[in-house]
């Protein structure tokens, strides 16, 4: 992967494929969509061992907004919770590591994730609270309300370098870095 110029992606893998990657990659790892697992222990959560391991590649770990696996009550997760794993994240491993991987599609079209969820999904293997989701994370309903990652980022006393990171920008030092 590393000579073809694709990124090591281990938001699906578990552990010790995630430190395995990270031991043996020669650019920045990445995990597109996670949390942290300190925050709420789900098992698409990274621990902190996954978490340092890929900050040490010069990654970025893209902390989700899927109800489910960021929070126990799926239908009162809100911004907040999100939040509470990037301020982890960045905590462990600094704001160069962290970034935006929502994963789920904030939509404005309920049937379409009523659909998915309930015709698709279980086809792909999806078991009930692992897998798509019709709940949405309150703050974050849609794209329109993506600027709350932002608002919600000042209020927690970020700087607009550090959140201007944590948007995209660590995402594109890494894309270019990777992908040239």
């Not at 489910?68 to 462990?92: A, C, G, K, N, S």
Request: negative net charge; hydrophobic residues 40%.
């Amino acid at each position: 992967m590393n000579e073809l110029g694709i990124i090591v992606d281990t938001g699906h893998c578990g552990k010790q494929t995630t430190l395995d990657a990270c031991r043996v990659s020669r650019t920045p790892v990445i995990a597109s969509h996670t949390g942290a697992e300190a925050i709420y222990p789900h098992m698409r959560c990274k621990s902190d061992e996954e978490i340092l391991a890929i900050a040490g590649t010069g990654g970025v770990i893209g902390i989700f907004a899927m109800p489910w696996f960021v929070h126990e009550d799926p239908d009162h997760t809100t911004i907040d919770h999100v939040l509470d794993h990037m301020e982890y994240v960045i905590r462990l491993a600094g704001v160069d590591h962290v970034g935006i991987g929502t994963d789920w599609p904030m939509s404005d079209l309920d049937w379409s994730l009523v659909y998915f969820k309930e015709n698709i999904a279980p086809k792909l293997g999806f078991a009930p609270g692992d897998g798509p989701s019709t709940e949405t994370v309150a703050g974050l309903e849609k794209y329109s309300t993506f600027i709350n990652f932002t608002r919600g980022l000042v209020a927690r006393g970020y700087t607009d370098e550090d959140i201007a990171k944590i948007m995209g920008g660590n995402w594109l030092r890494v894309f270019e870095q990777i992908c040239g």
